[in-house]
């Protein structure tokens, strides 16, 4: 690779996909040294990027053009037959293989799910959005208006509602913030929690522009119209409302 930014994942997928392992030593201290100037190229990353994804996801390589749309088709100029060739020579494990043996527990958007993808209200025409990229931490939603998948920003309006009724985003799940009760002038917030954490509350979506029903509160997803979004008494007779959401792909 030139330079740095993408050495990291690479490693790691080749250790573990070519028959390898890395382990974690006890009281080990690991540092990575900058350099007093930065020296960051970051359209040799962006290459370094690509070629991790073309030479090692596989079929997966679908969900790095969502994280990064603008990224595609850079690999048009690049040559990746020799990295594909020492894969195929040690005979390496396949990206599923990976995700089934090594990280069990990495969440996959369009894997093992009911829906997913934008969930756009109908009434609005707006998208529920998070606000800010960062997936370490609890985040804010709001409705804003949707953008298509060759947005960077595309990636902050995707969800999935998994099989087990669970709402999220990546390792993130939406539910309603405890102890507050929504009445006919005030919504009850919803806020993230990670999904590993608590017993996160399940949803029902029973079809394309249907209510999304919080089951434990019996409340439904609602918007007002503008960016906010929270939950509120179930409404009859909402298809086409503020209460009736669309995902892009049913499962």
Request: hydrophobic share 35%; charged share 25%; aromatic share 10%.
């Amino acid at each position: 690779m030139d330079g740095w930014g993408g050495e990291n994942l690479e490693m790691s997928f080749r250790v573990w996909m070519c028959h390898g392992s890395i382990e974690f030593v006890p009281c080990s201290r690991v540092a990575h040294l900058s350099r007093t100037n930065n020296t960051l190229n970051y359209e040799a990353t962006n290459k370094n990027l690509v070629r991790l994804a073309h030479v090692w996801l596989d079929d997966y390589i679908r969900l790095f053009h969502l994280a990064r749309p603008e990224l595609k088709g850079i690999e048009t100029s690049m040559d990746l037959s020799s990295r594909k060739r020492v894969r195929a020579r040690l005979k390496c494990h396949n990206f599923k293989w990976f995700l089934d043996n090594i990280r069990p527990q990495k969440f996959v958007p369009d894997d093992n799910v009911q829906a997913w993808g934008r969930v756009r209200n109908a009434q609005s025409n707006r998208c529920l959005t998070v606000e800010n990229f960062d997936e370490h931490q609890a985040f804010p939603f709001v409705t804003r208006p949707c953008v298509s998948n060759t947005s960077t920003n595309y990636i902050l309006q995707l969800f999935s509602l998994d099989k087990t009724g669970m709402l999220r985003r990546e390792e993130w799940c939406l539910d309603s913030v405890h102890g507050e009760r929504a009445n006919k002038t005030t919504l009850t917030r919803i806020s993230s929690y990670h999904c590993d954490d608590r017993i996160a509350s399940s949803w029902v979506h029973l079809s394309e522009g249907s209510q999304l029903i919080n089951v434990q509160s019996a409340l439904c997803l609602t918007t007002t119209g503008n960016q906010e979004v929270g939950l509120s008494p179930c409404e009859k007779g909402t298809r086409l409302s503020h209460q009736s959401w669309i995902f892009d792909f049913y499962l």
